[in-house]
């Protein structure tokens, strides 16, 4: 569900670019007094990881039967259940600039839109009033996994939801909106049972990993121990080396959605004619290093190896995406970390 530029108008842009970043910002402030207390601070390597793991996992579009569509997870709701609201929300905004910038996966102008999309609201709203107050009532595993079916569900509708607010409001499109409406929501209901059934496997598999005992104490949890960042650190490799080989091919959610519509596939697909999207556009084209996820310029193949070439050029762009990935995360962490010993060096010593 990345919204391409296309999509989106610069007023519309700059101001959900305006609203996410604000809210990454807090963020930041949060995590960073989490990481002084001790909270956080063994979870940073954890941080990286799941930035790895999710930036991985997104590469793997799941067919939806009988619609000729697909959809991958967004993540972010998983990211605050094992990190918290404030950690997994600067870890998803990690993974959606990395698509961004080297994979030109979701649009530069668009970015504060599809940070707001994919990760405010799982964050921020999801997962704070649904997902943690429902399982912490009752955390059985039955409980996590229809908890985490339901607000997955959610998640994608309600992000499938602002997408259609936004690109009306930006009126750069002919989409109306409640056609777009109706055609964009039920897709994302049935990527949000996606979403939920992924989010409770790897919930279940990560606590019990650790203690066996889940979210007895939402507050104090840990979990962050060597053996847990490794099996996701070994996860995340094997999704973007190997199991990427076998994404759908099918447009996702989004795409299909425009495209039903419109009945064409290039709707939004122009570029548009303003100078911020113009700039918008030269700048990702001068750092999209790795579009499509295929590393290098494809040459010429015979069928008997064109195959193979291709999933290798996956396989490598998406190791590399997840490799920076993981290092910008746990850089941002550890910012973090500096800067709060900094502000805790009291005025007279500095």
Not at 18 to 35: K, P
Not at 193 to 202: H, N, Q, Y
Not at 296 to 324: F, N
């Amino acid at each position: 569900m990345h919204m391409s530029d296309a999509l989106i108008s610069p007023e519309v842009g700059l101001s959900m670019l305006a609203i996410a970043g604000g809210a990454l910002a807090l963020s930041c402030h949060r995590c960073s007094r989490e990481i002084r207390s001790g909270e956080k601070l063994s979870q940073i390597p954890l941080m990286g990881v799941l930035g790895a793991f999710v930036f991985a996992a997104q590469m793997i579009n799941f067919t939806i039967p009988g619609t000729g569509s697909s959809g991958h997870i967004a993540g972010a709701l998983l990211l605050a259940v094992l990190l918290g609201p404030a950690a997994g929300f600067i870890v998803i905004a990690s993974v959606l600039l990395v698509q961004a910038l080297l994979f030109a996966d979701g649009g530069l102008l668009a970015y504060g839109a599809n940070l707001f999309n994919m990760g405010f609201i799982p964050c921020f709203l999801v997962y704070p009033f649904l997902w943690r107050p429902l399982v912490s009532r009752d955390s059985s595993r039955r409980r996590i996994v229809t908890v985490s079916l339901i607000t997955g569900i959610i998640a994608m509708t309600a992000g499938a939801f602002t997408i259609t607010v936004e690109t009306v409001f930006s009126g750069i499109t002919t989409l109306p909106f409640f056609k777009f409406l109706m055609v964009i929501v039920p897709i994302h209901v049935l990527i949000g049972v996606g979403e939920g059934l992924i989010t409770a496997s790897v919930v279940l598999f990560a606590f019990s990993s650790e203690s066996g005992e889940l979210f007895l104490d939402q507050k104090n949890r840990r979990i962050g121990s060597w053996r847990t960042v490794a099996a996701f650190a070994i996860a995340a490799a094997l999704l973007a080396g190997m199991l990427s080989w076998f994404a759908s091919s099918n447009p996702d959610g989004l795409e299909w959605s425009v495209a039903r519509v419109e009945s064409t596939k290039d709707v939004g697909q122009q570029p548009a004619a303003d100078l911020l999207h113009q700039k918008s556009a030269e700048l990702q084209r001068s750092t999209s290093l790795l579009p499509d996820y295929q590393l290098g310029t494809p040459k010429s193949a015979d069928s008997a190896t064109a195959g193979s070439v291709i999933a290798w050029r996956t396989s490598a762009a998406g190791l590399i995406g997840s490799a920076l990935t993981l290092t910008l995360v746990l850089l941002l962490a550890m910012l973090l970390k500096t800067r709060q010993r900094r502000s805790a060096v009291p005025f007279s010593k500095r």
